[in-house]
């Protein structure tokens, strides 16, 4: 917050996002909210107040408005918080905006006194009287062509949670319920043709009382306790953070939960440009199950859901040691409220080990540097599962995001001696836990030392000339074999283990002195098992992002959802998102200003040890500059210990023993 | 150390070594020690023992010996302590044993005062007064066919460093002097026939006094402090270290550095067996420029210098926070002297971060548990390059190897304007870093449940079944195909990026009471780039380790060295090690008692970043328990914070704001 208002990337306040409801609801009444967000400045005036802040003219402060009015319609808008007015307006048809927590709220309710649910629940071998113990975890749709997406409709996975603090994930049911968000009515159940009753096994619990009557709490970890008496070495100024010579805005917003731009970097003065935004935009979660209906299971959890509407409030255990910092956020309610979520990111240092070490082996004079790094955190509960997601800042002008995976397993039922056919595994009686993928999107809005980028793909390949010959007399020789991706169309490219793929986002006017090789950052991934689902299958035609490691496109404003903007119930039959901007694949990328997108992840085939709650999985990768700084940029950071050589003969020899 | 006597599998103390050095001399006088070390005793003797310690018998000390006699004929020898007798020995002919420090600082006084090397350095624009700064890094040769394997050879890598502070690799001379080690001197230099006199650029250097010439050290890094008030969580009685379950022997050999034996895991009172032996036994570093004589860097480090020979006094940098416990390690001198090498290993706690999180979202109730781990440490410094080797153990059951590679690269004179083809970067003017791998070999002696186990190739895989099919319909499907490795042969496996392949190691008599899946540990290893040099390339033969992925063999007393038992000047052309033990294929190992031998490791193409010393690169891998545990096997460690379902319901729900 400045005396001239906040950063034009700051989140909407509470008070603006009043504002735009009032604003909205003078010429639009009974609507449910469903996004009230900043609309973040277009690029080219972005750029030019960046540049010259104090005399360039501020962006302007805009909202974007979705809504839901009576009869299901969806509006999406515009709102200038200047001139108070609405800017853009238009009613869609066949598109269903992101399904806010308190609509997934709203089924529970519903499903336990639905006729039909109380019937099924019943064969299923639940008393009516249990009904309080029936929850269910209500997914949309994904997409159902019986059902289309010209209503709204959410999927009910069902559970019997015999006790409320039962982790719920232990007795799932086999039916589920299909729920009309518009009608706040059942109106469908999928029942399967081979029938799985309750089945009562003894219940598995996390809780400490739980713990305590299996044996108790191991008592033999003594505390280790991080302390920083002097305060943490980053500066916080509103949202813009410095800290050992990175700088950068940290956004935060319903989709995609936290948003870095205007990422630079101080090199010796100069400050460098690297990235303009960089976020997670979507994720696919595919489970393996060809049954009907578990191809439905296939959570866009940004897109469908909203990593920002769905995060944890940290108050409530981020648990960082150290000092911490904190940033909340603020969403609209559908009935035109705000809802505050304290804590909502957390930042903390971390120190990380050596940063650098060499010693001399003829002398034993060494040098030791040790590193520290910065991380950003936010932490979301998609239903069951938890993501954890941190981007890391290191000194060495290095960015780690890095996913740690928790939470509960989604689970199905399976009856005693059931074949799960290789589609699933049984982690605990009569829980059959699916085979499914983590499939993540990086939005990299490329900036290195400037708006115009170059793309390449790099292999690490043997000489094509054979051994025994003048080029290769004794066949050692290797190379990096760079690839321009010259258009959209060459830029989709897959992950190749063989070669150790990586990406570099270069800019070729800025050719290092001494390498003469462009700078560039480095994507380097390993983690990319690429889409499991078919070509062709329902999950492919939805998840455009998904079918490649990397696809590569020019810059747009408002070309930020590469499944589209809104995301629940698209067939997929239509392009919408990524592969409608790149379309026939002929657009020139080599010198633009690029968006690079990495799909990657993991596949998860559960095992016992992931139920009743999983402990940690984490996935990382890493934005390597090479050829950018003249050379080692950490030198300046002071040493643990260091000795020369002219120190040791100067007091001999270090002792050895 | 019991009252019985040291631990089977510690190292031999100073005291023992002394012993054998006595029993050698007294047969053989004017020997030069090369090996004196323990020979592990056999496993048929030493489970014996493990499984009743009070009433087997106690398994014999026995140490390997390998000397060099005058003449330079190599001697290998077993003395049992004991008796103080040698009970085996022979004299070797063609083969060279591992170069110990002292050779290797032979090299460099010789190097300075040969007439035929100061001429080079005429040549090279180095006057005769300036002799004394110039230096070498003496590598054994490798292999040359135009030296064989009868004497005893090294390369010096030469450089000229003005001043004793300067960092050595910026000033890379272009001859390559060849040094007899029997006969003490220099007996032939490789002179290219592109000459690439020395250019005396502006020097750049880490040490303090250039950092300040520089422009100083930065000053906004806080204090970070870890501190553990009660000490630290592990017991290490004697090398037997116990924490969160685990337990295991930490060995230290001159050759691969740490060893870990006999890792168990009390699982609720019932220890299990997880690995009979953990440890890197081998590495190569192939260097990818094909001109002469660079096709003989391809270092074997552990092999041909020895991770323990070579390994850091973490009295000098350590630098690890918090309670550190360290091990000492004593290993002879040429001249029958004991060398001490205080803290050669450190080990401490850190913490990890989450372990595991969930939160209802429905009401907020949250259960967070923090995670600890443990690590075991050493660091060693080969010549220009470090590597820092952690063994990581969490307390879920998952070991993590990390290797951290850090130090300075291994640099070659470039003239101004040369075009270097690729085969390297020029990282600072005139100072050319050519393309390297560094590959490492993880020897993994698996005891899963007990010795007899089975390993699997475990691929990602879609259904078979077509999209639209009945067995397909949605085209979701996917599944983990898994490959039993039933012989040596079939063993042999590469790594598949698009199928994130994997490989369980299972115990088939121990089914899973819920997953029906075979007790098994997973190994998760993601930067496998193979070996770049090609088959039928000098590196192809010497490293057959290299070859693949994943090696399996049936364990076999001895078969420890993959390369081979002395690996310095081996051609490849016959079969030592992993190839000659694994021979035509065909022995069985489905469910054997096996060894999986796992070759990983980072192509590195340099760039100016990496120098004049070397930001940290990290890299790791992960052996998991999948349907090992009953369920997940840490629920018991505290949580941060829980509260429960019901709780949220008693107290309200946590506040907003």
């Known amino acids: 917050m400045t005396p001239s208002g906040p950063h034009p990337l700051d989140p909407l306040s509470a008070d603006e996002i009043k504002l735009v409801i009032k604003v909205v609801t003078s010429s639009h009444q009974n609507v449910k909210f469903n996004v009230v967000s900043l609309q973040e400045p277009r690029k080219a005036v972005m750029t030019k107040w960046l540049a010259n802040p104090s005399s360039a003219p501020r962006p302007p402060r805009?909202?974007?408005?979705?809504?839901?009015?009576?009869?299901?319609k969806v509006g999406d808008g515009l709102?200038?918080?200047?001139?108070?007015?609405?800017?853009?307006?238009?009613?869609?048809?066949?598109?269903?905006?992101?399904?806010?927590?308190?609509?997934?709220?709203a089924v529970e309710h519903v499903v336990r006194t639905d006729p039909k649910v109380i019937e099924q629940c019943k064969l299923s071998g639940i008393g009516e009287d249990e009904m309080?113990?029936?929850?269910?975890?209500?997914?949309?749709?994904g997409y159902d062509e019986r059902f289309g997406s010209n209503a709204r409709f959410q999927q009910a996975l069902m559970y019997f949670r015999p006790h409320v603090d039962d982790c719920q994930y232990q007795y799932p049911l086999d039916f589920c319920p299909i729920y009309d968000s518009e009608k706040g009515a059942i109106v469908h159940i999928d029942i399967p043709t081979t029938r799985r009753p309750l089945r009562r096994e003894a219940e598995i619990n996390y809780t400490p009382d739980a713990v305590q009557r299996a044996g108790g709490y191991r008592s033999d970890i003594k505390p280790l306790e991080i302390t920083q008496p002097e305060g943490p070495s980053f500066r916080l100024s509103g949202r813009e953070m410095e800290w050992q010579n990175w700088k950068f805005h940290i956004g935060f917003n319903y989709r995609e939960g936290i948003v870095l731009?205007?990422?630079?970097y101080n090199d010796k003065g100069n400050i460098r440009d690297i990235f303009y935004r960089l976020s997670l935009v979507e994720m696919v979660v595919p489970y393996g199950n060809p049954d009907h209906p578990h191809q439905r299971k296939h959570a866009f959890d940004l897109g469908e859901y909203g990593a920002g509407y769905m995060t944890n409030s940290l108050k409530l255990g981020c648990d960082c040691k150290g000092y911490i910092r904190y940033l909340d956020a603020e969403f609209p309610t559908q009935d035109g409220q705000v809802r505050y979520i304290k804590n909502a990111i957390c930042i903390h240092e971390e120190d990380n080990g050596l940063l650098f070490k060499h010693t001399d082996f003829r002398d034993d004079s060494t040098i030791v540097t040790r590193a520290r790094k910065l991380i950003i955190q936010q932490i979301f509960t998609a239903a069951n599962y938890e993501y954890a997601i941190q981007w890391i800042f290191h000194q060495d002008g290095t960015i780690q995001p890095e996913i740690k995976l928790t939470g509960i397993l989604n689970t199905y039922s399976i009856n005693p001696g059931e074949d799960n056919n290789g589609w699933g595994t049984e982690v605990y009686p009569g829980v059959n836990a699916h085979n499914h993928q983590h499939l993540f999107c990086m939005r990299i809005d490329a900036n290195v030392d400037g708006p115009k980028n170059t793309v390449f793909m790099v292999d690490a390949m043997p000489s094509e000339e054979p051994v025994g010959s003048a080029a290769n007399r004794y066949g050692n020789a290797f190379y990096a074999k760079k690839t321009k991706l010259a258009t959209t169309g060459e830029a989709k490219t897959d992950y190749n283990g063989a070669t150790v793929r990586t990406w570099d986002i270069s800019n070729m006017s800025k050719i290092h002195p001494y390498s003469k090789k462009p700078a560039s950052y480095k994507l380097v991934s390993r983690e990319i098992p690429g889409l499991l689902p078919r070509p062709g299958s329902l999950v492919y035609k939805r998840a455009g992002f998904a079918r490649h490691a990397v696809h590569v496109t020019k810059y747009r404003d408002d070309?930020?959802?590469?499944?589209?903007?809104?995301?629940?119930?698209?067939?997929?039959?239509?392009?919408?998102?990524?592969?409608?901007w790149i379309g026939d694949g002929k657009e020139s990328i080599d010198d633009e200003d690029v968006v690079l997108w990495h799909t990657f992840g993991l596949v998860h085939f559960p095992a016992p040890e992931d139920f009743p709650v999983m402990p940690v999985e984490p996935m990382t990768l890493l934005l390597r500059p090479r050829n950018f700084f003249?050379?080692?940029?950490?030198?300046d950071v002071p040493p643990q210990r260091s000795v020369k050589p002219s120190q040791v003969s100067a007091e001999g020899p270090p002792p050895r023993l």
């Open 630 to 635: 003249a050379n080692n940029p950490v030198m």
């Open 559 to 580: 070309q930020l959802w590469p499944a589209g903007l809104h995301v629940p119930q698209t067939s997929g039959e239509t392009d919408v998102g990524l592969p409608e």
């Open 62 to 72: 805009v909202a974007e408005v979705t809504v839901i009015a009576p009869g299901g």
């Open 261 to 264: 731009n205007n990422i630079t």
């Open 132 to 141: 309080h113990k029936v929850y269910c975890d209500p997914w949309t749709i």
């Open 79 to 105: 709102v200038d918080l200047r001139t108070r007015k609405i800017e853009q307006w238009k009613w869609l048809d066949g598109l269903q905006p992101i399904i806010t927590l308190e609509e997934l709220q």
